[in-house]
């Protein structure tokens, strides 16, 4: 895991790290995902059917606003359309995001918290150069020093 709750006001937020800008994606991904389940849910859902299939969308104006984009996407197919994301292999492309996803029924997937909205507040998506330091948050998330990339959303639930 490389992914942690980060303390918000109101809402939830989450802080990843990664080697990749494509794994820093991933991992805010399944965060996103931990967050939505239930205690149970997440207990059952390694043991439902597993289907594969290819999302994508397309990039925004800048790296960060096509994560929203993705993490968008990812609601979207676990809300409307049944699929609810159980891992990915992402490649960011110059024109979209593509993704390899495992899924399962969304039906069967018990949930706790109903993410609203991917925000812009506080949004990050950057790369940490070599020997550079991004601080963590005390209690919980630890600093992490590049090279790497550092992604950081926080959810209206």
Known sequence: MSWWIMPTTADVGLRSF?????GVIRETT????????SEKGAEMSDGLVRKSG?????????????????LEEVLYQGEVEGRWLVDCQLLLGDESLDAQVSYVDAEQVEREVEIKAVTRHNLLLIEVEEGIEFSGIEPDIPTFEGPGWVAQVIFDI
Request: hydrophobic share 45%; with cysteine; net charge positive.
């Open 54 to 70: 290819k999302w994508s969308v397309k990039c925004a104006n800048s790296t960060d606003n096509t994560l929203v984009s993705w």
């Open 30 to 37: 399944l965060g996103m995902q931990a967050i939505l389940l």
């Open 18 to 22: 990664s080697k990749s800008v494509s």
